[in-house]
Every structure is written in C-alpha cells, then in structure tokens.
C-alpha cells in the first residue's frame, strides 16, 4: 500500500496550497480518505476526512477555508486550502482507513506559511 502526498511548499499568509494524495494497493473507493496534520512539538491532529460515502467532516480550525475531495477513478484525495494562516504550518499526512479498520499513513507534505 502507497499514499503518496503531493503539493506541499512555502506560501504566503493569505495564499492557497492544493495538496493531492494518489493511493496505490487499495481498493480506493471502500476506504475513507483523510489529511491530518503535524506541527512541531505537537501531536498529529485531524484536518478533514471525506468517507467512502463522500460525506465530509472538517476540524474547526479550518473549516470555511479547506476543501477536502475525492476522485475514485484516479484514486486520489485533495485538500484544497485558502487563506493560509503561519498556524498551518505542519507536515501533511494523507491517511486511508477501510471498511475492515485497516489504517494506511502517506510519508508526508510539509507546508510552510510564512507571515
């Protein structure tokens, strides 16, 4: 099993970051897909979750500002992110949980935004 994270970088305060997850030895349609995320010194947190269904769930922290989508024919998970703030920056994992409980982590994006 392969997730692997695209998109991450430096932007501005303000500015927008698309990252993409693309999932390989996975049945990508039957697995909720996920991005957490974590900064330094702190523990890995949730940023948003799109189920198998397409029902999505979102931290407060960025609701109103991230996106979280799915493309089942290209096995991919996006995270659509606006109005970048200093406090998001983190390492962005990508993670796929199946129907059984299976739980599958990507390697990681780092985003930096700079003030």
């Known amino acids: 099993v392969q997730l692997q994270a695209f998109g991450g970088g430096l932007v501005q305060a303000g500015g927008s970051l698309r990252l993409s997850c693309v999932a390989s030895?996975?049945?990508?349609?039957?697995?909720?897909m996920g991005w957490y995320r974590q900064a330094p010194g702190k523990q890995r947190e949730l940023v948003a979750v799109?189920?198998?269904?397409?029902?999505?769930n979102y931290a407060d922290s960025v609701k109103g500002r991230f996106t979280i989508s799915r493309d089942n024919a290209k096995n991919t998970v996006y995270l659509q992110m606006s109005s970048l703030k200093p406090g998001d920056t983190a390492v962005y994992y990508c993670?796929?949980?199946?129907?059984?409980?299976?739980?599958?982590w990507g390697q990681g994006t780092q985003v930096t935004v700079s003030s």
């Open positions: 030895g996975i049945t990508f349609r039957t697995h909720d």
């Open positions: 993670n796929a949980v199946a129907i059984f409980g299976a739980n599958y």
């Open positions: 799109v189920s198998r269904g397409g029902s999505t």
